[in-house]
């Protein structure tokens, strides 16, 4: 519907940078066309992105947490043996979907069928642990492998 004078009003109540996420609004665009509107607001786009951050915070915190442990966590000889790379990837697209969309944006998984690389789960658990020492499983696994393989270093 268009009502005379209806443009002029709604210039006036919103300020210059807002004025694409109004029309977005106004006429009921996509989720997708919204959020491309909220993103070309220099201002709103700052705070949509610390809020996100904060999400991904509270995703870490609660992978970290020894209420639900992670599989980052385990470190028994048994728990070791069932540890994959693969089984962390499922646990973080499950439990923390936007840590694990971040890790999958920055390595690129480009295979089809394929929706994570040992890469990203190494670089993830590297992640974790620094901001947890307990969340040591991949950083464990990786020297019992050092050791095994008869690489280490003599001193």
Not at 106 to 112: M, R
Request: charged share 20%; aromatic share 8%; proline share 4%.
């Amino acid at each position: 519907m268009n009502y005379p004078g209806c443009a002029r009003e709604f210039k006036a109540t919103l300020g210059e940078d807002l004025q694409t996420l109004g029309k977005a609004l106004a006429r009921r665009g996509t989720y997708k066309q919204i959020a491309d509107a909220a993103f070309r607001c220099p201002s709103l786009k700052t705070f949509l992105i610390k809020k996100t951050l904060q999400a991904l915070g509270k995703e870490c915190n609660d992978l970290c947490s020894k209420k639900t442990p992670s599989l980052l966590r385990s470190s028994g000889p048994d728990q070791m043996e069932n540890f994959s790379f693969q089984k962390l990837c499922v646990e973080w697209k499950q439990r923390a979907p936007l840590f694990y969309s971040f890790l999958t944006t920055c390595a690129t998984v480009k295979e089809k069928g394929c929706d994570w690389t040992p890469a990203m789960a190494v670089a993830g658990s590297t992640l974790l642990k620094n901001r947890n020492i307990h969340m040591n499983a991949t950083a464990s696994l990786i020297s019992l492998m050092v050791r095994q393989s008869a690489t280490q270093v003599c001193q």
